[in-house]
Structures are given as C-alpha cells and as structure tokens.
C-alpha cells in the first residue's frame, strides 16, 4: 500500500515510479479524490462542533426561559449534514483505498527499466553450464524411464500440472527441503516455523496478493469460510507481525517454512506443459525477513546470499539477476532472481526470487516496531525469498547429474539424508 501523505508531497514521482512499472499516470486522481475527501472530514467535523456550541446555548437558553426552536431546527440541520459529510468521506476514503490497494510497489532507483525479463540485468555466474558427452535428457524423460515420476496418473487423479513421485525421488524431494532448512536454521539463524496452509482474505491482502492476484490462487467454497490456499509461505509467514508493535532490539526477525504452495497459474495457459517446472502443487522452503528500514538492503543482500548457498552446497551452475521494473512482482521494489543451469532445456530458469519489499507490505499489515527511547512507531520492511523450491531444485539435480546410463548421482551433501545412497536408479 502507498502511503497517501507522500503522495501528496511527491505526486510526480509517484507518477514516474508508476510510469516505470509500465502503468499510467494517476496522482492526480489520488490527490483529487484526496482533496474531496479532506474537505468531506472537515465539513463533517464543522458540523459537529457547531452542534455541541448548540448543545450548549440549548441548555442556556432553557435556564433563561428562552425559546429554543431556531437551536433546534439549526441542530437538526446540522446533525443531516453531519451524518452526509461523514458518509461521503467514508466513500471517498474506500474509493482511494481501493485505488491504492491495486497499484504496485514502486521501483527502486537502482532498478534497471524495462517492460519485461528481457531488461532484466545480470549481476553475477556462478558456476559452468553442465556439459555432457552425450545428449542429456530432460528431467520428465529421466523421471519418467525409471519409473518414479509419474504424470499420467497425477492427471487420472487431479489433472493437469500435477505429478506423482515414487520412491527415490519421492525420498529426494524430502532430503532437498530437509537440508534446505538445516542450512537455513542451523547456519543462517532463520527461525522455522510450520504455519498453517489456508489463510483469511485479510492475510492474503497483508502481502498484496489480494485483490490483485485472486485469479492466480485457488479459494476454498464460502461454505467453508472462503479461505485461501497459500500460494508461498510468505503470506502466513509475513504476516506473523501483521497488526503488531515489535520492540527494535527483536529485529530482525528471520523465519523459514517448508509448505506445499497452490497455484491456479492462470496466466501460464501454454507455458511448460510438460515436467514439473509449473505446477499446481508444488513445495517451497520458504524466508522471510522482518526489519527495519535503515537494515532492509544489508538482508536482502544477506537473502540473496542464503538462498545461493544451497545451490553452491549442491554443486548447480546458476547466475543472479537482477529484476527490471516491469518484471518484478507486485509487492516488489527490488527483486533478485536466482537462476539455475538446466542441461535439458539448454537454458537458465528461475529457481528463487528474492525481494525487498519496503514498507509496502508493513503499511497494508499495519506491522510497527518501536525504535529504543522513542514513544512513537514506525513501519517495519519486509523481505521474502525462496530457499529454495524445491522441485525445481529437484529438476536442476535430475538434468546436472544425469549419467549417460539414465540414472542419477545424488550431491554429497543429500547423501545422508538418502540413508547414504549414492546413485537413483542403480537397483
């Protein structure tokens, strides 16, 4: 959420931030519902006062025997108007909330522009691309040839862009996310939290994934409470300081969750229909960041640098980007994307994404902290990142340690949660 106090003190940058993100100007709409608004509060407010100065001159007037009926009917008036003013305020203010609530969080400066990945700017490879001396597969074929990755009968049960995993790769799956947050708990100091999987539409809001998003994410009947599926842990995990006052010395606070995610992928008709790069249900090892303003760039560089660990704990090529402003996401102001190297595509592909989102996300979830010796609050900012997904680090394991006999080597650092197996598809 924008904060409408700066927007009325810097109404052209807001507009050029808007601009960047590929969006029209509208400060002057802001600031003119702004200015309907405020003179509606005051005519209110007016109204109000003169009613209690008649309440007063009414008693006044009764002591001395004197008629009272123009106090009445001004009251009266007054009380109409009173009741009008505050209505149309109320009006006006849902109009600019509502307004507010769907426009996105404004670029950074030092983002790159651009209207989409193609502006997107590199920041650093880590790594070579994997070479093979044969033709190396893609993960469904490998998946699929031996026999522990099974798409026909996830679409038999839920349809389309689901997977069912068999054995070793079912036990992978679990070992990636086990030792994504024994890293991330044991070294990184992040807190792990297992919260709940559906979530109120205030939470969701909370984020920004509401109202902009609600065509992306699957909701349960009304029947039920209409709650929504998590599309990633950062909706309840953020929301842990939604509506709270943190004491400074608390922050940071760094939480990390492994949860399946839902996701409608209503705008990815077409895109990655095979394998399991898009999926409906996928599983995330989530971060999240809590701090202060002054602290926020220092995490989300320190984010960033958790989540490549376990790609160079794993021994996957990958490279950092840098979002530009028409590719970030909604909550965004500055997002880095971790991509990594698939043989079998003969291409990078997202894997994590992490953002500094300001206080955009803290202003719409009311989360505060209190600085030492000061009475006063202020907004927290908040950081998410993925560390990483899972199945997509599932997918770059299959496709970088393929062996030209189709099966595959397990990184070291797996092994043990393997019970020491070295090798999938080795019978």
Known sequence: MHDLRWIRDHPAEFDRGLERRGLPQCADQVLTLDSAWRAAETRAQEAQARRNRAAREIGAAKKRGEDIG???????????????????????????????????????????????????????RVGEPTRFNFKPQPHDA???????????????????????????????????????LDLHTGEFGY??????????????FGTGNLPKAAEDMFRTTPESGGLWLIPTAEMPLTNLARDEILDEADLPLRFTAWT????????????DTRGMIRQHQFNKVELVSITR???????????????????????????????????????????YDLEVWLPGQDAYREISSC?????????????????????????????????????????????????????????????????????????
């Open 142 to 180: 490998l998946g699929e040839s031996l026999g522990l990755m099974d798409f026909r009968t996830a679409a038999k049960l839920s349809g389309a862009r689901f997977v069912v995993l068999r054995g070793a790769l079912a036990r992978l799956e679990r070992a990636i996310a086990q030792f994504m």
């Open 191 to 204: 807190v792990e939290i297992a919260p709940p999987l559906l979530v109120r539409e205030e939470t969701a």
């Open 70 to 124: 123009v106090l009445l009917d001004q009251t009266a008036a007054d009380k109409a108007i009173e009741a009008e003013s505050a209505a149309e305020a109320s009006r006006l203010r849902a109009e600019i909330d509502g307004l507010l609530a769907a426009l996105p969080n404004l670029p950074a400066p030092e983002v790159p522009d651009g209207p989409d990945e193609s502006a997107n700017q590199l920041i650093r």
């Open 293 to 335: 303003p002054e602290d926020s760039a220092a995490e989300h560089d320190r984010m960033t640098a958790c989540a490549e660990a376990v790609l160079q704990r794993l021994g996957l090529p990958y490279r950092v980007m840098l979002l530009s402003s028409g590719d970030m996401g909604f909550a965004a102001r500055k997002t």
């Open 355 to 427: 953002s500094n989102c300001g206080d955009f996300q803290a202003r719409r979830m009311k989360a505060r902290y209190r600085p030492a010796g000061e009475k006063g609050t202020r907004l927290v900012h908040t950081l998410n990142g993925s560390g990483l997904a899972v199945g997509r680090t599932m997918i770059a394991i299959l496709e970088n340690y393929q062996r030209s006999d189709g099966t595959i080597a397990i990184p070291e650092p797996l092994q043990p949660y393997m019970g020491g197996r070295k090798i999938i598809g080795d019978a």
């Open 260 to 271: 399946p995610c839902f996701r409608s992928e209503a705008g990815a008709a077409g895109r």
